[in-house]
């Protein structure tokens, strides 16, 4: 027992399991409450084509958030770069007519998408590594910038009348399991392959744990919190495909409850606040555990609101259990 | 001198996390007494202190305020029982004024809701005529130099009538004539009654201002008693618990030159400064604090590099500009503050050891975890790390075990210049010894090591060069031969003269 106290692992793992415990309980409730309702393909199939849009902006704000900062601008980079594609591809496709053009506009599309992603993104990581300003006031501010330049774009209305192939992406199923699963779990991948396997994500923990031992060990804090952030963008354009693609309208404000949604997800899915923290696979069930209980309220016609406080309450109930397990192992290893 | 006794400890055990910090511990302060707790780092000094102030409660023992016993004690109520500790960065408010820092505290303890500003500046001007300081009761505290914020801080704790002053190593900081200034002000108070304790390792010192002395080594008590009752011998031997052994660094003197500093200077830190360090030798820099000691390695290392000077690392003339170049160099720095600067405390012991080095580990496109696990199991049987694996967190380690982890980190990136701010500070002595033999051997095989450090004997035992630094500007370059004594003086001297010029 006090040997796999000793390898640190203890308490993730519980954290982990206390989330599928929560899943469970959910699905037991809904179980008693709406059998007919809930335990449908359909339903199913409803709700896998809801999360991966918020479910991929929550793995940008995670690993800002493990480098020990935050990304508010996520919904901005998101609404950002959806306008920029569904621009790109009702002007390639004239307003879908056009299908010839169709997959070159999708293409170009998704490149712009993330490219511009990753440039806001790494705008906001150098204004924040090379100023020192915190991230919370940069992203902030990346927040409005974003928007703003989104709305200059539109101009207010949203722009509609993208080309089927384009709807498709959020909207479109091969043998009943939507694409976006795939998208989602591709993401996953990556994000778990980046931050278990490669130099920087390594050096995304150190950062986060320690910033000046960073320094003091020849990390390049400025490059790291850069790429980092740039990261969060382009996740944040990936999102925007989506949810451009999902809605089929873009405009500056969709997705506006998704920058406190991000968070809270990823505070339950056990990413420390102050950064060094965090797992991939935690996050994603998080995500799953939120996208049951929006889905169940959904289902008894509840209100939003009673959903919100729902949220609020699993949020507390996570930092609380946190806490709890932080002092219970540091009570066992004084033992 | 009374014999009446203040304070009374008995047995006091307490333990953090698997780690001893005080064993068993006896203490006995009397009233209107100048007690001295001596012992070397990591001795179980502040956790004492801690407990006594309330902060820490004891896990065993026995604690006697006035003959009263007291147990569960809140900081609060050790204040109201008028003990007080002065902290090495005193705990003062930068942004507040001296008025505001003296008076404010007793503000809080009378549990009064509003301020009343004239009472804070009458109780301000009141305690510094008590200790004679001449200080401006509107200035804010970040403008005053360190002995005038000691100062503060000493006005603060005497306005809510101590009993017991304690001081936790108050004369780091401070030049020669700050340290006498003090010392009379430390003489007032105990002609008040009050008693005073002050935990201090500089033997000339002691013997200067104590009546009584209590040593304790590795958390135990190991004696007490009036300070005439110790000679050079006996205190060393009670600090450090060896037969005065002191076996020094005496390298083969060697031809082949490792490093040549020449004419270093960084504008505010240190100017001129050149040296140079052959195969075998390990350099010691020593200085007071702020005399530029800590900053020629923070330029070596590229931390905040040199303005202009020469830079030769084995033969060729290298440019230091950040720490990537130092790095690309192959120059490793263990930074003085460990716990800060040097771990990532909640990280593994593997995560600590390859955090310099992780590029070495991307293999095929990826990590290779393997090959991680397998150096940092190699550096904990190399270095004598006690440590079940590498997966605990780094915070679960002793300081020593802690600092051997820093060492791992740099000798994991194979350094040419090995540069240690610090390097045993909060180590016990037993790690110490076994960091001090790493770096002769390392020494041996001509990896320049430069030791940075104000502790006199760490220095005079391990270098076979010391070069002593005053107001930024070299002001001696002395081989071992050297006493501790005359290096403390020579330390001291000569800050008394850039006083007196002054």
């Given at each position: 027992?006090?040997?796999?106290?000793?390898?640190?692992?203890?308490?993730?793992?519980?954290?982990?399991?206390?989330?599928?415990?929560?899943?469970?309980?959910?699905?037991?409730?809904?179980?008693?409450?709406?059998?007919?309702?809930?335990?449908?393909?359909?339903?199913?199939?409803?709700?896998?084509?809801?999360?991966?849009?918020?479910?991929?902006?929550?793995?940008?704000?995670?690993?800002?958030?493990?480098?020990?900062?935050?990304?508010?601008?996520?919904?901005?980079?998101?609404?950002?770069?959806?306008?920029?594609?569904?621009?790109?591809?009702?002007?390639?496709?004239?307003?879908?007519?056009?299908?010839?053009?169709?997959?070159?506009?999708?293409?170009?599309?998704?490149?712009?998408?993330?490219?511009?992603?990753?440039?806001?993104?790494?705008?906001?990581?150098?204004?924040?590594?090379?100023?020192?300003?915190?991230?919370?006031?940069?992203?902030?501010?990346?927040?409005?910038?974003?928007?703003?330049?989104?709305?200059?774009?539109?101009?207010?209305?949203?722009?509609?009348?993208?080309?089927?192939?384009?709807?498709?992406?959020?909207?479109?199923?091969?043998?009943?399991?939507?694409?976006?699963?795939?998208?989602?779990?591709?993401?996953?991948?990556?994000?778990?392959?980046?931050?278990?396997?490669?130099?920087?994500?390594?050096?995304?923990?150190?950062?986060?744990?320690?910033?000046?031992?960073?320094?003091?060990?020849?990390?390049?804090?400025?490059?790291?919190?850069?790429?980092?952030?740039?990261?969060?963008?382009?996740?944040?354009?990936?999102?925007?495909?989506?949810?451009?693609?999902?809605?089929?309208?873009?405009?500056?404000?969709?997705?506006?409850?998704?920058?406190?949604?991000?968070?809270?997800?990823?505070?339950?899915?056990?990413?420390?606040?102050?950064?060094?923290?965090?797992?991939?696979?935690?996050?994603?069930?998080?995500?799953?555990?939120?996208?049951?209980?929006?889905?169940?309220?959904?289902?008894?016609?509840?209100?939003?609101?009673?959903?919100?406080?729902?949220?609020?309450?699993?949020?507390?109930?996570?930092?609380?259990?946190?806490?709890?397990?932080?002092?219970?192992?540091?009570?066992?290893?004084?033992? | 001198?009374?014999?009446?006794?203040?304070?009374?400890?008995?047995?006091?055990?307490?333990?953090?996390?698997?780690?001893?910090?005080?064993?068993?511990?006896?203490?006995?302060?009397?009233?209107?007494?100048?007690?001295?707790?001596?012992?070397?780092?990591?001795?179980?000094?502040?956790?004492?202190?801690?407990?006594?102030?309330g902060v820490h409660n004891p896990d065993e023992g026995s604690i006697w305020i006035d003959g009263e016993k007291v147990e569960n004690m809140k900081p609060m109520d050790a204040i109201n029982r008028g003990i007080q500790v002065i902290y090495q960065d005193f705990a003062v408010f930068p942004n507040l004024t001296v008025a505001e820092n003296i008076a404010l505290n007793g503000e809080l303890k009378n549990k009064t809701k509003f301020v009343n500003w004239k009472q804070i500046h009458e109780v301000a001007e009141k305690a510094m005529a008590q200790v004679g300081a001449d200080i401006d009761p509107d200035v804010k505290?970040?403008?005053?130099?360190?002995?005038?914020?000691?100062?503060?801080?000493?006005?603060?704790?005497?306005?809510?009538?101590?009993?017991?002053?304690?001081?936790?190593?108050?004369?780091?900081?401070?030049?020669?004539?700050?340290?006498?200034?003090?010392?009379?002000?430390?003489?007032?108070?105990?002609?008040?009654?009050?008693?005073?304790?002050?935990?201090?390792?500089?033997?000339?010192?002691?013997?200067?201002?104590?009546?009584?002395?209590?040593?304790?080594?590795?958390?135990?008590?190991?004696?007490?008693?009036?300070?005439?009752?110790?000679?050079?011998?006996?205190?060393?031997?009670?600090?450090?618990?060896?037969?005065?052994?002191?076996?020094?660094?005496?390298?083969?003197?060697?031809?082949?030159?490792?490093?040549?500093?020449?004419?270093?200077?960084?504008?505010?830190?240190?100017?001129?400064?050149?040296?140079?360090?052959?195969?075998?030798?390990?350099?010691?820099?020593?200085?007071?604090?702020?005399?530029?000691?800590?900053?020629?390695?923070?330029?070596?290392?590229?931390?905040?590099?040199?303005?202009?000077?020469?830079?030769?690392?084995?033969?060729?003339?290298?440019?230091?500009?950040?720490?990537?170049?130092?790095?690309?160099?192959?120059?490793?720095?263990?930074?003085?503050?460990?716990?800060?600067?040097?771990?990532?405390?909640?990280?593994?012991?593997?995560?600590?050891?390859?955090?310099?080095?992780?590029?070495?580990?991307?293999?095929?496109?990826?990590?290779?975890?393997?090959?991680?696990?397998?150096?940092?199991?190699?550096?904990?049987?190399?270095?004598?790390?006690?440590?079940?694996?590498?997966?605990?967190?780094?915070?679960?380690?002793?300081?020593?075990?802690?600092?051997?982890?820093?060492?791992?980190?740099?000798?994991?990136?194979?350094?040419?210049?090995?540069?240690?701010?610090?390097?045993?500070?909060?180590?016990?002595?037993?790690?110490?010894?076994?960091?001090?033999?790493?770096?002769?051997?390392?020494?041996?095989?001509?990896?320049?090591?430069?030791?940075?450090?104000?502790?006199?004997?760490?220095?005079?035992?391990?270098?076979?060069?010391?070069?002593?630094?005053?107001?930024?500007?070299?002001?001696?370059?002395?081989?071992?031969?050297?006493?501790?004594?005359?290096?403390?003086?020579?330390?001291?001297?000569?800050?008394?003269?850039?006083?007196?010029?002054?």
């Amino acid at each position: 027992m006090k040997s796999r106290n000793l390898q640190g692992k203890a308490a993730p793992d519980t954290h982990m399991l206390t989330i599928v415990g929560l899943m469970v309980l959910a699905l037991v409730i809904m179980a008693v409450l709406q059998p007919g309702d809930y335990f449908t393909l359909r339903n199913v199939r409803s709700m896998i084509f809801q999360f991966p849009e918020y479910g991929i902006l929550a793995f940008g704000m995670m690993v800002c958030m493990i480098a020990g900062g935050i990304d508010l601008s996520l919904v901005g980079i998101m609404n950002f770069t959806g306008v920029l594609a569904a621009m790109i591809v009702t002007k390639m496709t004239a307003n879908g007519s056009d299908l010839s053009m169709a997959v070159p506009a999708i293409i170009l599309a998704v490149i712009v998408a993330l490219a511009v992603g990753g440039c806001c993104g790494a705008f906001n990581g150098f204004i924040i590594g090379y100023f020192n300003i915190p991230a919370m006031l940069v992203t902030l501010c990346g927040l409005q910038l974003y928007t703003g330049l989104a709305y200059g774009i539109t101009g207010g209305p949203a722009i509609n009348g993208m080309c089927d192939a384009f709807k498709n992406i959020a909207n479109g199923t091969v043998a009943g399991i939507p694409y976006v699963l795939f998208i989602y779990i591709l993401a996953v991948a990556v994000v778990a392959f980046v931050m278990k396997s490669t130099v920087f994500g390594h050096e995304i923990y150190f950062l986060g744990s320690n910033a000046k031992a960073s320094r003091y060990s020849g990390i390049n804090t400025l490059k790291v919190t850069v790429m980092t952030h740039m990261f969060s963008g382009i996740l944040g354009g990936v999102s925007g495909i989506l949810i451009t693609s999902h809605l089929n309208s873009a405009k500056s404000s969709n997705g506006s409850t998704y920058t406190l949604l991000t968070l809270l997800i990823v505070v339950l899915g056990g990413v420390h606040p102050d950064g060094g923290k965090g797992r991939v696979m935690g996050v994603a069930l998080a995500t799953i555990l939120l996208q049951l209980i929006t889905n169940a309220f959904g289902l008894m016609h509840m209100d939003d609101n009673a959903k919100t406080f729902v949220n609020g309450c699993l949020l507390v109930a996570a930092l609380l259990l946190d806490a709890y397990l932080d002092k219970r192992a540091l009570k066992k290893k004084s033992e | 001198m009374s014999e009446e006794v203040f304070l009374k400890l008995e047995g006091v055990k307490k333990s953090f996390g698997g780690v001893h910090a005080l064993r068993g511990v006896d203490l006995e302060i009397r009233k209107g007494e100048i007690h001295c707790l001596a012992g070397e780092n990591g001795c179980g000094k502040s956790t004492l202190i801690k407990a006594i102030s309330g902060v820490h409660n004891p896990d065993e023992g026995s604690i006697w305020i006035d003959g009263e016993k007291v147990e569960n004690m809140k900081p609060m109520d050790a204040i109201n029982r008028g003990i007080q500790v002065i902290y090495q960065d005193f705990a003062v408010f930068p942004n507040l004024t001296v008025a505001e820092n003296i008076a404010l505290n007793g503000e809080l303890k009378n549990k009064t809701k509003f301020v009343n500003w004239k009472q804070i500046h009458e109780v301000a001007e009141k305690a510094m005529a008590q200790v004679g300081a001449d200080i401006d009761p509107d200035v804010k505290l970040e403008r005053l130099s360190v002995a005038n914020k000691q100062m503060v801080a000493i006005c603060r704790a005497i306005i809510n009538d101590a009993k017991l002053l304690i001081l936790d190593e108050p004369t780091t900081a401070l030049t020669a004539r700050e340290v006498d200034k003090l010392w009379d002000i430390i003489r007032s108070l105990k002609a008040k009654g009050i008693a005073i304790m002050i935990v201090n390792h500089k033997l000339d010192e002691i013997y200067r201002i104590a009546d009584r002395l209590t040593i304790l080594r590795n958390g135990t008590y190991i004696s007490s008693g009036d300070i005439s009752e110790y000679d050079q011998e006996r205190f060393t031997r009670d600090m450090t618990g060896k037969d005065i052994t002191e076996e020094k660094y005496m390298p083969e003197p060697g031809s082949e030159e490792v490093l040549r500093v020449e004419h270093l200077s960084r504008k505010g830190a240190f100017e001129n400064v050149s040296f140079s360090l052959h195969k075998g030798d390990v350099l010691g820099i020593t200085g007071l604090l702020g005399s530029g000691r800590g900053e020629i390695g923070e330029a070596l290392f590229g931390l905040s590099p040199a303005d202009s000077g020469k830079i030769v690392l084995n033969g060729k003339e290298i440019s230091i500009k950040s720490v990537s170049d130092a790095m690309a160099n192959e120059i490793g720095y263990v930074p003085e503050d460990r716990l800060t600067q040097g771990l990532f405390m909640q990280r593994s012991i593997q995560d600590n050891t390859i955090a310099a080095s992780i590029r070495q580990y991307m293999k095929h496109g990826r990590l290779d975890k393997k090959g991680m696990e397998d150096t940092t199991n190699y550096w904990i049987k190399e270095l004598g790390i006690k440590a079940p694996s590498p997966k605990p967190a780094v915070r679960t380690l002793s300081g020593g075990n802690a600092q051997k982890v820093v060492i791992a980190k740099w000798l994991n990136t194979h350094p040419k210049l090995f540069i240690l701010d610090g390097p045993t500070v909060g180590v016990d002595v037993g790690a110490k010894a076994e960091i001090h033999s790493i770096l002769h051997d390392l020494a041996k095989k001509g990896i320049g090591i430069i030791i940075i450090s104000d502790d006199l004997p760490e220095l005079v035992q391990n270098c076979n060069k010391i070069l002593v630094m005053k107001e930024g500007k070299v002001s001696g370059m002395m081989d071992n031969s050297i006493d501790e004594r005359t290096l403390g003086n020579m330390l001291v001297g000569s800050s008394d003269r850039g006083g007196e010029k002054a």
